[in-house]
């Protein structure tokens, strides 16, 4: 058990840009989270998966945010054309079934200039 | 959709007193209820979960939550506090089997030696 991992750790960008972040969460768990956090406040549901199929994404994420799962592994997460209300950790999570404790990544904290 | 309301953002206690974090959330069925915990630049751990049976469920490091139907609240205890359990607290909430889990915005603990 390695633990749910994410890559980059850090990012900065200049607005406009497009990201993109990957999570590997533990091997068995076939569920993942996405979630973003800012300081002082609580993880923000993003969207999640079972296996390779995406359940849900927030109705409050814009069109610019896009994350897939192919073959139930590891996870992206793609922003499109950055803005500054982006900046955030962005934190993923797996388990290994519904409502399940979590593990969480340690996150990757992204800075939109 | 479910929710979940922290109403205090901080909490100063003396070390070695008690301790109650206040939880609410709101959805129709009994839900699943979690309390996490994240210590100053570590990743979010599960202190305890809650899905049917004994209301007063036993969790990690000394916690416990009970779970109150009729007051749609889901409460975290410790009867002594230590100075390594400052950190920020999070309540969270699943619907259903087969749905998502959110969190609440947290409660920041201070403990004043």
């Known amino acids: 058990d390695t633990g749910v991992s994410q890559d980059p750790r850090h990012k900065i960008t200049k607005r406009g840009q497009n990201v993109t972040f990957r999570c590997d969460p533990i091997?068995?768990?076939?569920?993942l989270y996405w979630y973003r956090q800012t300081l002082g406040q609580g993880p923000e549901f993003l969207t999640y998966?079972?296996?390779?199929?995406?359940?849900?994404k927030s109705r409050l994420l814009s069109d610019r945010f896009s994350a897939e799962r192919p073959k139930g592994s590891f996870s992206t997460l793609e922003i499109q054309r950055t803005e500054q209300g982006d900046s955030a950790m962005y934190l993923c999570?797996?388990?290994?079934?519904?409502?399940?404790?979590?593990?969480f990544g340690s996150g990757t904290q992204l800075s939109v200039l | 959709a479910q929710s979940v309301t922290q109403p205090d953002i901080h909490i100063t206690v003396s070390e070695g007193a008690s301790l109650e974090l206040r939880c609410n959330y709101s959805?129709?069925?009994?839900?699943?209820l979690f309390w996490y915990v994240q210590s100053p630049g570590q990743g979010l751990q599960l202190l305890l979960k809650?899905?049917?049976?004994?209301?007063l469920v036993q969790g990690i490091k000394g916690f416990e939550a009970e779970f109150k139907r009729s007051q749609s609240s889901f409460n975290l205890r410790k009867p002594s506090v230590h100075w390594s359990d400052a950190a920020e607290y999070f309540c969270?909430?699943?619907?259903?089997?087969?749905?998502?889990?959110?969190f609440g915005k947290g409660t920041r603990l201070h403990i004043l030696p």
């Open positions: 999570a797996s388990s290994r079934g519904a409502l399940e404790k979590l593990f």
């Open positions: 091997s068995e768990h076939n569920r």
């Open positions: 998966f079972q296996n390779e199929a995406q359940l849900e």
């Open positions: 959805y129709g069925a009994t839900p699943y």
């Open positions: 809650y899905f049917s049976g004994d209301t």
């Open positions: 969270a909430v699943g619907a259903n089997r087969d749905d998502k889990i959110i």
